[in-house]
């Protein structure tokens, strides 16, 4: 089962425009993460936002989280062409100190020179 | 990077045939992870460890097994491949040894071919 959606499932944007994703899902979470992966890669973390956070900020990424609407966006500021990748976010639920995640279908963000 | 390998990187095989891929991993963490990759279908979770010899199913388990006799090992075999095993596995790690901070680290992933 599929818990998180995304939304758009492709975008494309000029360099040094903003970028924004979104994700919704289904259950309640202990926490909620973003990842990216570059083509023929394997994923890369980039942010965890806890339940009973609303807005976290890493660099160029704030990340904001409405558990009443269970929903999530990655924002991305100031876009480079190294930010052309597939975003991914995926809910976790924590069983036996295991992070137990659950991906959406991703993102494909492609950022134009 | 994370310390991880998974071998083989690409494997062609046959219908019916056993397969078993390796992810080995240097840094001590003390969950390990199966995902595979299916365009439309993002990542889905096989199987995972939270400790030696401590395995569990995830989402899609069926046809897979699974061992860790080790920290640093993680198996996932294929008792008899099928096309539908056709995909990209990732294995993923997690839980340094001050408890680190829920992200996953992730393999360059296993390319799997089964005709």
């Known amino acids: 089962s599929q818990q998180g959606e995304e939304d758009p499932q492709a975008l494309s944007i000029q360099e040094g425009e903003n970028a924004t994703m979104n994700c919704s899902y289904k259950t309640s979470i202990n926490n909620l993460q973003w990842y990216r992966q570059n083509s023929g890669r394997g994923l890369v973390h980039l942010i965890l936002i806890r339940s009973n956070e609303r807005e976290k900020h890493s660099g160029r990424l704030r990340v904001t989280l409405d558990t009443s609407k269970k929903s999530s966006s990655l924002l991305i500021t100031a876009s480079r062409a190294a930010d052309t990748a597939s975003y991914f976010c995926a809910t976790a639920s924590v069983i036996q100190g295991a992070q137990k995640l659950v991906f959406g279908q991703g993102t494909r963000l492609t950022i134009n020179p | 990077d994370a310390g991880i390998t998974q071998s083989p990187r690409h494997k062609v095989t046959e219908t019916g045939t056993p397969v078993t891929l390796r992810c080995h991993q240097t840094?001590?963490?003390?969950?390990m992870y199966w995902y595979r990759q299916d365009p439309g279908h993002g990542l889905r979770l096989i199987h995972y460890?939270?400790?030696?010899?401590?395995?569990d199913k995830g989402e899609v388990s069926d046809g897979y097994s699974v061992s860790r006799s080790k920290t640093e090992d993680f198996l996932l075999t294929l008792e008899s491949a099928t096309s539908s095993q056709t995909s990209v596995y990732f294995c993923?790690?997690?839980?340094?040894?001050?408890?680190?901070?829920?992200?996953?680290?992730f393999g360059e992933g296993s390319r799997l071919t089964v005709l």
């Open positions: 460890s939270y400790g030696v010899k401590d395995t």
């Open positions: 993923a790690i997690s839980g340094s040894a001050g408890g680190g901070t829920g992200e996953l680290f």
């Open positions: 840094e001590n963490h003390r969950y």
